[in-house]
């Protein structure tokens, strides 16, 4: 059984930054893409940023481009999101995900393993 557990998650001030960590229990994920979506209450989950199993190649959503920062230390098999300059609307549940196939994504049935989230809150 695969895990993923997240952490970082907690409370800060809007402009602030949190730094999440995602660490996955098999080695094997490091030969595979993996990303971060988020879900705010009452709305679904959306993709944030995903990275490739090198780290070559990363992609974001257009709403928190320049802000986050995805990468990847594949000698610990864990994977990582800098959130800088965040926003009352980057409230959320944040949850890291892992592919077990080839390739790369940015919806969430790219992805066939999931942690269990972390809080984000940004107040104003």
């Known amino acids: 059984q695969v895990q993923l557990v997240e952490s970082g998650g907690g409370l800060v001030q809007a402009g602030g930054s949190l730094r999440l960590s995602c660490a996955a229990s098999?080695?094997?994920?490091?030969?595979?893409?993996m990303g971060w979506f988020r879900q705010a209450p009452g709305k679904e989950r959306e993709f944030v940023a995903t990275?490739?199993?090198?780290?070559?190649?990363?992609y974001y959503a257009d709403s928190v481009k320049g802000r986050f920062t995805i990468s990847r230390d594949n000698a610990k098999n864990t994977v990582y999101l800098q959130m800088n300059s965040l926003k009352p609307e980057d409230t959320a549940v944040y949850y890291c995900?892992?592919?077990?196939?080839?390739?790369?994504?940015?919806?969430?049935?790219?992805?066939?393993?999931w942690g269990q989230g972390t809080q984000v809150t940004v107040s104003s």
């Open positions: 098999r080695r094997t994920f490091s030969r595979n893409a």
């Open positions: 990275i490739s199993w090198n780290g070559g190649r990363t």
């Open positions: 995900a892992a592919r077990s196939r080839d390739g790369f994504g940015i919806t969430r049935t790219d992805y066939d393993y």
